[in-house]
């Protein structure tokens, strides 16, 4: 039929069976049903290996790596209907036996054959909230890269530029979950400390690529985050601090294939906190290079590869004369508990610290100098809010510890009105005597 010799209009019109009643007669379908049930078969079975191989490789002894600097997706509770079933793809995908080998095989194929690292895209919960790209320019997040290859072997997060150019919140209704943060800490009557670790983008940005993708709006959106959330959140700014180290050593404080500061970053965190919550107090700490540890990268397992890099350890003497520092093996999901006896230069205060991986590099520091210091992951507190307000509860003081990245993206669970409610009920119902 051409187009100049329009259908009848009582002539049927073309639908799917499944769109129709079952009392309605079903047309002939071209294709005979037996093969289409063969077909929906095989799909069913390939949908099932895919969501059941995590169950199975578990029960095999073969569990999945957290290669990724990111929490892996929860199983979830079946009794959120549909919420539940739309999470499971994330969860199976997650979970996928001997996933990290096969992101390593990947990346050895792409570069043995193409020539070109692996396209493997950076992944974000949730939707862009005000995203600071255009409708006609803003590409998809899976066009994001999980990681950016830079000048001179330097590799950086792709998550530091995806989420501040798609934020799935504004900065403005950031800001004020952190203001709300602080509002209902110091109504208990307990005092509340906000830092920001800075990204490896902010502070080595002589690295990066001359041109790729999202380096206008990330740049624009760090330097609006900086701009507002010192003034508008009372955070603590440790830039100038870390430029200030990384000047006198001639070396960046964060390392090429790495995410994170380095212990020197660890160090100047806990004299900025230390110097917060007791102006004066660290005039008498004396702090002294005791050697160096082994350290895996976190950013090259994401194209395919393992090292390690050697990180500089320090003593800290707090008093002056005794080295108080201890080794700590901790990314505080289970809320690490650190106590010791009062001392010269130490601050006996209870403290109360929501941090995530960056604090690693200050905890043997923070132990040095805090006598009384229980430190909890954010993911931690978003999972279970009202045991961890009453962890917070024991505390004079609160810090939040939080990195850039997980601000301007707006996905840091602290950050969820519901558990800030949460948090206000413990601490309002236990206040600070």
Not at 21 to 37: E, F, I, K, T
């Amino acid at each position: 039929m051409s187009v100049r010799d329009p259908a009848p209009l009582d002539a049927p019109l073309a639908v799917h069976q499944a769109w129709l009643p079952g009392q309605y007669p079903m047309p002939q379908h071209p294709m005979p049903q037996a093969r289409l049930g063969l077909r929906q078969l095989a799909t069913l079975i390939g949908a099932g290996l895919f969501f059941l191989s995590p169950t199975i490789a578990h029960g095999l002894g073969v569990h999945p790596a957290r290669f990724e600097n990111r929490t892996l997706a929860s199983f979830g509770d079946p009794r959120e209907g549909w919420a539940w079933l739309t999470g499971l793809p994330a969860w199976a995908a997650d979970h996928l036996p001997l996933r990290d080998r096969a992101v390593q095989v990947s990346e050895a194929l792409s570069r043995g054959v193409f020539g070109e690292p692996a396209a493997l895209s950076a992944a974000r919960p949730g939707s862009p909230a005000d995203p600071l790209l255009t409708p006609a320019s803003q590409p998809p997040i899976s066009a994001f890269p999980s990681v950016i290859e830079g000048r001179e072997g330097w590799l950086y997060l792709g998550a530091d530029v995806s989420g501040a150019c798609l934020p799935s919140r504004s900065l403005s209704d950031t800001l004020a979950s952190l203001r709300r943060l602080r509002a209902v800490v110091e109504a208990s009557g307990r005092r509340f400390v906000l830092v920001v670790a800075p990204d490896k983008t902010t502070m080595v940005p002589e690295h990066l690529p001359l041109d790729y993708l999202g380096r206008e709006c990330a740049s624009w959106a760090r330097a609006q985050f900086w701009r507002r959330v010192v003034p508008e959140a009372g955070a603590i700014d440790l830039r100038p601090a870390l430029a200030e180290i990384a000047r006198r050593q001639g070396s960046p404080l964060y390392y090429p294939a790495d995410t994170h500061w380095s212990q020197d970053g660890g160090v100047a965190m806990t004299y900025a906190l230390a110097e917060r919550i007791q102006p004066g107090i660290t005039r008498t700490w004396q702090l002294a290079p005791t050697g160096s540890i082994s350290w895996p990268d976190d950013i090259s397992p994401l194209i395919g590869r393992r090292d390690t890099h050697p990180i500089p350890t320090y003593s800290l003497a707090p008093g002056g004369q005794t080295d108080r520092t201890r080794s700590i093996a901790s990314d505080f999901r289970v809320p690490l508990r650190l106590t010791s006896a009062p001392a010269a230069g130490t601050i006996s205060r209870p403290v109360r610290m929501i941090a995530d991986s960056f604090t690693q590099f200050a905890s043997r520091y923070l132990a040095a100098a805090f006598t009384d210091l229980t430190v909890v992951h954010p993911e931690t507190v978003g999972a279970a809010p009202r045991p961890s307000g009453d962890l917070l509860a024991g505390g004079e003081v609160v810090v939040l510890e939080v990195a850039e990245r997980n601000l301007l993206s707006g996905t840091s669970p602290i950050l969820r009105p519901p558990v800030i409610t949460d948090i206000a009920r413990q601490l309002s119902a236990h206040p600070a005597r």
